[in-house]
């Protein structure tokens, strides 16, 4: 089952002799439970690729459908509420409300959606992350790893249609980048759960089902593991 397909997306800048085509006509799919990597050099489109999938960056022109669902086109309010809802997101420098304790910066995105903790998932995603011991710890008393451990825990409590993971490692050394690495491949594998990852490391993203690279704006796929 398709989970995500991209349809001759493209994303340009300015016009004329000045337009950068960004996303050149890009078109791919994902399958439901996939773990794909993408890579490319700084500047080839692969973050505003991702950020066309998450819904925070509006295509020029093509169709982004996730999870049976056409995002592109919807009004802000209704994209806003899919996103928080549907789809998870990893950042590099984690993105925790800093006056907010773990737990509190995990359930976030439910209690902006006005809906109940689902408590038993809550106290599976603490265990299973290790971090049980820090539920009411504020981010600054917690390492970088354990900060994106509270930011894995926070895109998948919502248990989304696809977990986005943008450089998740870039900010850490290298025990915290394996680590985090094999908690994405442990949710890819224990939970189901469809992760889509953008990375510079090649050795990480070979660890992935399948790899796809961008190059000036457009995608190639190279395998996986």
Known sequence: MKILNVENLVKT?????????????????VEKGEFVAIVGASGSGKSTLMHMIGGVDIP????????????????????????????????????????????????LPIDLDGRKTDKKRLDELFKTLGIEDKRHIL?????????????????????PALLLADEPTGNL?????????GLLKMSNKSFGQTVIMITHNLEI????DRILTMSDGRLSEEGGK
């Open 205 to 208: 993203a070979a660890q992935a």
């Open 60 to 107: 020029t022109g093509g169709h982004i459908f996730v999870d049976g669902q056409e995002i592109t086109g919807m009004n802000a309010d209704k994209l806003a509420i899919f996103r928080r809802r549907q789809i998870g997101v990893v950042y590099q420098f984690y993105n925790l409300i800093p006056i907010l304790t773990a737990e509190e910066n995990i359930t």
């Open 139 to 159: 981010p600054n008393q917690l390492s970088g790893g354990q900060q994106q451990r509270v930011s894995i825990a926070r895109a998948l409590i919502t248990e």
């Open 13 to 29: 800048y300015g016009n004329g002799e000045n337009i950068v085509h960004a996303v050149d006509n890009i078109s791919f799919s």
């Open 173 to 181: 050394d290298s025990k915290a980048t394996e680590d985090i690495v």
